[in-house]
């Protein structure tokens, strides 16, 4: 299956795009997330929600959209 | 009513309308960036008593983004500033200048003024307080905050809907998020950013259009992409700001954010009859555990299983990378179990760590 997946804030900023398409054979977000850590660590020392088809979803959710967003907390003002 | 009347004759607002915005009361959070396109939009369209709270001064690098202060503004309180700058423009409304921080020990009584709190804060221990402020004295809460290049902005609380810790429970650690002042921002970022903000107060004011509750809009301003991702609220979590409502004025606002880490490396646990290690995939998951006390719980049946939790003793929660642990310790956090970590490494780390070191953290037992 294929899914796109969009990087926001700081998350763009380790993986150097704004958004890829992976070709993936994961069906939880919890096992994506262990695919997208190994291939970028800094990642992991991030915070960020996880949206699918631009809805918030929890970890153990099964990926049955067809885009996934990284979304970190912003502070500023 | 001359000064108001493109507001007057568009059908949606008229005169009751326009009532309705002198009428109000609305207190902005910060006088920088978000706060200086927010304030003007506000004055300028009449809202009748304006607050502003900000203990900073204006210095030279704010004048790149903060469009109320010019060359005689620097040195001086920021509250103090815009007010003498929106006097000039809207004379008819009523603007009271907080020259202090925002603090757990004057906001509720600040908010209980107010009918609408708009946030143009510029760090997290700020957010979060205004946030559960908000909660608890029931105000809508008109959230915007900036990275770069980047906007977010949403409403919170609005007729009871989801909460800024709806959408992050937590605040990252601290100096994790850098801010403006550290890696720099596009000047005219926070003017869209904080009009957005201005948008959604006079939205609700008048009862008009889609209020932003339960989304939140995300805006890159470099390629014009505007991305709303909806979410959803969490009700334990919002009782729980409100089960804190009476302890709410002895905490203390720590800038930096007063997370301790709860992520913790094997290299720094020692394995003693202290700790309990904690399996928090799900079963069939490789690779199996060596001969060693690990308890399962697999983060879908957390909640259900707690009584696995030995007590008085130091949880340590692994998985296959780190993330599920992560998100186990903070629902149970949420639960108020503290004494939970996560493990930095994954099983199969760990796996190879037990395996040498087995007799060494045998006779630590």
Request: charged share 25%.
């Amino acid at each position: 299956m294929r899914i796109t997946v969009k990087y926001f804030g700081q998350i763009s900023e380790i993986t150097q795009k704004e958004e890829e398409v992976l070709e993936i054979y994961e069906t939880s977000i919890a096992q994506l997330l262990d695919r997208i850590y190994s291939k970028y660590e800094k990642l992991k020392n991030k915070e960020f929600k996880i949206a699918q088809n631009r809805e918030l979803v929890d970890m153990n959710t099964e990926i049955n959209g067809s885009e996934i967003a990284l979304l970190p907390p912003f502070a500023g003002g | 009513m001359e000064r108001y009347n493109r507001h007057i004759i568009l059908p949606e607002i008229g005169q009751t309308g326009q009532d309705k915005i002198s009428n109000s009361k609305v207190l902005v959070i910060g006088a920088g960036g978000l706060g200086c396109p927010i304030l003007q939009y506000l004055a300028a369209a009449g809202v009748g008593f304006l607050g502003i709270i900000d203990f900073d001064t204006v210095d030279l690098t704010n004048l790149q983004r903060q469009v109320l202060y010019g060359n005689s503004s620097l040195g001086k309180n920021k509250a103090l500033a815009a007010k003498s700058r929106l006097s000039d423009l809207n004379s008819d409304i009523n603007i009271i200048a907080y020259p202090e921080p925002l603090t757990y020990q004057n906001a509720l009584d600040l908010f209980k003024q107010y009918d609408i709190v708009v946030d143009g804060s510029d760090n997290f221990a700020t957010r979060y307080l205004v946030n559960d402020a908000a909660v608890i004295t029931n105000k809508p809460l008109v959230f915007g905050a900036i990275y770069k290049f980047e906007g977010q902005i949403s409403v919170f609380n609005y007729k009871h809907g989801p909460t800024y810790r709806c959408l992050f429970p937590n605040p990252p650690e601290a100096h994790s998020v850098p801010n403006c002042s550290d890696i720099g921002v596009l000047g005219v970022l926070p003017g869209i950013v904080g009009s957005m903000q201005a948008n959604e107060v006079l939205k609700i004011i008048l009862g008009i259009g889609d209020v932003l509750s339960g989304k939140l809009l995300c805006y890159n301003a470099l390629n014009a992409q505007i991305t709303s991702l909806k979410f959803k609220k969490h009700e334990k979590g919002v009782a729980q700001i409100l089960n804190t409502s009476n302890s709410f004025r002895k905490k203390q606002l720590d800038l930096d954010c007063d997370v301790t880490s709860n992520r913790i490396s094997f290299k720094d646990v020692i394995f003693d009859h202290n700790i309990q290690l904690i399996d928090v995939r799900e079963e069939d998951e490789q690779p199996k555990m060596l001969d060693y006390p690990i308890t399962n719980i697999p983060l879908s049946r957390l909640e259900s299983h707690l009584s696995k939790l030995e007590p008085n003793k130091k949880h340590i929660l692994f998985c296959q990378s780190g993330v599920r642990s992560q998100m186990a310790v903070n629902r149970l956090k949420e639960l108020q179990i503290n004494s939970c970590f996560s493990l930095e490494e994954g099983a199969s780390e760990l796996n190879q760590y037990l395996k040498e070191n087995l007799k060494i953290i045998e006779n630590e037992r």
